[in-house]
């Protein structure tokens, strides 16, 4: 009846408000950047090096209104995408979802960023939104702090009046990286000998290679006829120019391409992205191995020590490490990209195309009434239902979600060739993180190491005064 369905409906939002976040693992795509390979690179490297060290080798070239050292940097208007997202995530975090304090605790979040500077200003910008000027520390009066040598008045009065520790309020927040080599959390694509071979084979035995090829010739062709001095040769350097052109247009630049040019450039970005990164079974799995098992292991350890005071991860990375993430769990389908792409139709909600730049991938850990625990993925502001619960808010119960990773990881290190050691950069966050565990309830344990050094002590002490009285004994006798 209409009552009994609008009873249920009633049990199942309430059910469902119960629900509290208690730990966010935020991966994003890096700002819009410069371009890195697009049709006037080669004239714009070659001024690089030739005036190097000269003042014009800064000097912005006229047709691509690019410094010739800024190749693959962030942008001014990356910067403000990133700042915004942190703008985002400030407040569905701290002011709505109350998880994280309103100011900085290094006890609460740990940010990640690959070793390249557009991610890095990414994580700049970001954090920056979500820790805004004013959140600083307040520095008290009295007592110029200064560095240990004569500095001079002028500097001194300079800040006398800031009552913060930086001006306007600034909060620095520490960013931890490593070299993109070694980095197989971020970077498995680099990190791993063999990527390049699985991702050739990925691509080249894709059995609809030839058909799509055939289909984007003429785009190819009227391309290379446009721009002759541009490196246009196959489906691969098509990507590489649609890539730098995206990077133009998002600076102001304007190009004249018809409608249909336009979707080909798009679609042979997406089409080449999905069969380096995602195309084959072993490919998706050997990508995502590293980023599921350390979500696992975030998780699971805030199930098992819900006290713990680290509520939030921030990953700065690139379009491939969100392609690594999603992709084994089946987000971007290059049967459904070029379906959409013959029809002509842009389907994000089903079929979404590869990250843009400042996409989000937030995964929320979400606990029931202190018991049962869910997970959320959200891509670009929207649940994905990725297990098929079956749940209104698209949540996964938790033991179904780590089954679905487990199942779809490897041994990373075997497939790959590399020695079983962990990376560098897992070594740091195990440090990181378990500081911040003990922090937050590990303090007893301290305790007991400081009781058995005291009891130990006592111990010695008392056997050295037993061997006095011994000797004093003996003496007497």
Not at 33 to 47: C, I, L, Q, S, Y
Not at 133 to 156: A, M, N
Not at 266 to 279: M, Q
Request: some cysteine; charged content about 30%; aromatic content about 8%.
């Amino acid at each position: 009846s209409t009552w009994a369905l609008l009873l249920a409906i009633l049990i199942a939002a309430t059910h469902i408000s119960q629900a509290k976040v208690a730990m966010v693992v935020e991966l994003f795509r890096h700002g819009a950047r410069n371009p890195k390979n697009g049709p006037d690179a080669e004239k714009v490297e070659k001024v690089s090096k030739k005036e190097k060290g000269s003042k014009e080798s800064k000097s912005k070239n006229v047709e691509t209104g690019d410094s010739s050292d800024d190749l693959g940097e962030l942008t001014k208007i990356g910067m403000r995408q990133q700042y915004l997202l942190g703008k985002y995530m400030r407040n569905r975090y701290i002011i709505q979802e109350k998880l994280l304090s309103e100011k900085y605790n290094n006890e609460e979040l740990l940010v990640l960023a690959t070793d390249v500077n557009r991610t890095i200003m990414s994580a700049q910008s970001h954090l920056l939104g979500l820790y805004p000027l004013g959140t600083g520390p307040e520095i008290s009066e009295g007592g110029l702090i200064v560095p240990p040598f004569k500095i001079s008045e002028q500097v001194k009065r300079s800040v006398a009046n800031i009552k913060t520790a930086l001006p306007d309020g600034y909060q620095p927040i520490p960013i931890i990286c490593m070299d993109r080599e070694v980095d197989r959390l971020l970077s498995p694509y680099k990190a791993c000998p063999k990527f390049d071979e699985f991702s050739k084979k990925s691509y080249e035995s894709y059995p609809k290679l030839a058909d799509v090829e055939k289909q984007l010739k003429p785009f190819l062709e009227d391309l290379r006829e446009k721009n002759p001095t541009a490196k246009l040769k196959n489906l691969k350097d098509m990507r590489k120019f649609a890539s730098d052109t995206m990077c133009r247009e998002m600076d102001g630049e304007t190009f004249e391409l018809t409608p249909e040019l336009r979707r080909a450039m798009r679609f042979s970005f997406d089409f080449v992205g999905i069969l380096k990164y995602a195309g084959s079974d072993e490919l998706r799995r050997m990508l995502g191995t590293p980023m599921m098992n350390e979500l696992i292991r975030l998780f699971d350890s805030k199930k098992a020590q819900p006290d713990s005071k680290l509520k939030m991860v921030i990953w700065s990375a690139h379009d491939t490490t969100i392609i690594s993430l999603l992709g084994p769990l089946g987000v971007f389908d290059v049967e459904c990209t070029i379906k959409n792409f013959k029809e002509g139709k842009v389907d994000e909600a089903n079929c979404p195309m590869l990250p843009d730049f400042a996409a989000n991938v937030v995964l929320e850990l979400h606990v029931e009434g202190n018991k049962e625990y869910f997970v959320k993925l959200i891509y670009n502001g929207n649940a994905l239902d990725i297990c098929k619960a079956g749940r209104a808010d698209k949540m996964c119960p938790y033991e179904t979600f780590t089954k679905m990773l487990k199942d779809l990881t490897v041994n990373f290190e075997q497939v790959c060739g590399l020695d079983s050691h962990p990376s560098l950069r897992t070594n740091i966050k195990e440090v990181q993180i378990k500081k911040i565990e003990e922090k937050s309830g590990g303090y007893s344990y301290w305790f007991i190491i400081i009781g058995l050094i005291v009891v130990n002590l006592g111990l010695v002490g008392v056997f050295l005064w037993a061997r006095n009285k011994m000797k004093e004994y003996a003496e007497v006798v």
